[in-house]
């Protein structure tokens, strides 16, 4: 049996598939309605019972995304603040180190690619790139769902500009998880068919000895030279198997 070690709790797998599931509706609802001249668009605007309908939904999961967003973050800075919880996500020079090793590492100019903890760069970024762009759509969101309110505090030019922001970045957004969150979760040639981590909680130790070296050594309390000379074996077996 491949021995299986814990990386994500219920609650973090289930809020993980409430973030997808809303987000899938405002990515069809929003972009329906910015390219509302497309066949694809009038067909789902129809089947939704038209664009009123269509921009309720919108407007609703954008709320609930809102809470999910808000109640994440705040959940994560309790964590982090009680002890409970390291840092993991916040960017560290480690990151940019990791990064210019492994283009070094790619390039043959390494042995083998960067060591690295509970995160990497890659999902570093995928993390910011995501919880900055839904705190900037749920702004512009809430600008455009109630400008009269909000011109009686703010200048008016600030609702054609929310408009603005609140679509390219939702294209943006949209490119990031569908190109580079989807491909490294599915697509990935050390993943594929599929990253079966958040389905389960549960990561091989033989992938986490790979790809997190250094929060393995730390889970079983061992020194971080034994677990990378044991990754370092593992890689040249991978690669004499290629």
């Known amino acids: 049996m491949e021995e299986k070690i814990k ?19 405002l ?9 509302y001249y497309l066949d694809i668009s009038e067909s789902l605007i129809f089947h939704l019972g038209g664009i009123d309908y269509v921009r309720l939904i919108h407007r609703y999961a954008g709320m609930v995304f ?7 973050t705040v959940i994560a800075v309790a964590g982090v603040l009680s ?29 083998c690619p960067a060591h690295c903890d509970r ?4 999902q570093k970024f995928d993390y910011w790139a995501v919880l900055i762009s839904a ?3 749920a702004i512009t969101g809430f600008l455009l769902w109630f400008p009269v309110f909000f011109t009686r505090f703010l200048p008016g030019e600030f609702i054609p500009a929310a408009h603005v922001m609140h679509t390219s970045q939702g294209i943006v957004i949209f490119i990031i998880i569908a190109l580079w969150h989807i491909y490294n979760s599915i697509f990935s040639p050390n993943i594929f068919p599929i990253d079966s981590v958040i389905f389960t909680g549960y990561i091989s130790k033989e992938r986490m000895m790979m790809e997190h070296p250094l ?7 061992r020194e971080v030279e034994d677990v990378l000379s044991e990754c370092r074996e593992l890689e040249h077996k991978v690669l004499e198997e290629l």
């Open 135 to 137: 705190y900037i759509m």
């Open 66 to 72: 809102a809470v999910l967003t808000i109640s994440h």
């Open 119 to 122: 995160y990497n760069y890659k």
């Open 215 to 221: 929060e393995l050594a730390r889970i079983e309390g």
């Open 83 to 111: 002890g409970k919880w390291k840092a993991s996500m916040i960017i560290s020079t480690k990151d940019l180190n990791d990064l210019i090793h492994n283009i070094k590492y790619y390039m043959g100019m390494e042995k």
């Open 27 to 35: 990515v069809l609802t929003g972009l329906s309605q910015k390219f």
């Open 7 to 25: 990386r994500f709790s219920g609650y973090r797998i289930i809020e993980h598939w409430l973030h997808a599931i809303i987000f899938t509706i």
